[in-house]
């Protein structure tokens, strides 16, 4: 019941920056957390960034010091500040929402997903 909706993708040469945004909404006081996850030809999609609605980041190592995540709780939003581009970071990057809700003392989690944006590095 959360909807996704990315922007920002495109085409930068090596050493530029893009930013990403993501809105959600439906269920939206409910999300506990929202990331970027991206997929390269060929490859595992993994996890990019995150960050919990208190406030609490996690970066994979391979972006770390070159990308930001934040989050605007009071807009349902989510920014990826890209810098630094490399070729490495091209891929389609997916916004991802998590979801928590207790119901008969019962604790349940779900993810929902964007469709899905390109991002192409290369000069």
């Known amino acids: 019941q959360v909807q996704l909706v990315e922007s920002g993708g495109g085409l930068v040469q090596p050493g530029g920056s893009l930013r990403l945004s993501c809105a959600a909404s439906g269920s939206v006081s ?3 957390a929202m990331g970027w996850y991206r997929q390269a ?3 595992q999609r ?3 960034a995150s960050i919990t609605t208190g406030g609490n980041t996690n ?3 391979s972006v770390k010091g070159r990308f930001t995540i934040s989050r605007d709780n009071a807009k349902n939003a989510v920014y990826l500040q890209m810098n630094s581009l490399k070729p490495e970071d091209t891929a389609v990057y997916y916004c991802n929402a998590e979801i928590r809700t207790i119901s008969n003392g019962i604790r349940r989690t779900r993810n929902y997903w964007g469709q899905g944006t390109q991002v192409t590095v290369s000069s």
């Open 30 to 32: 409910s999300i506990y």
């Open 59 to 61: 970066y994979a190592d």
């Open 41 to 43: 030809p060929g490859k």
């Open 46 to 48: 993994g996890l990019v």
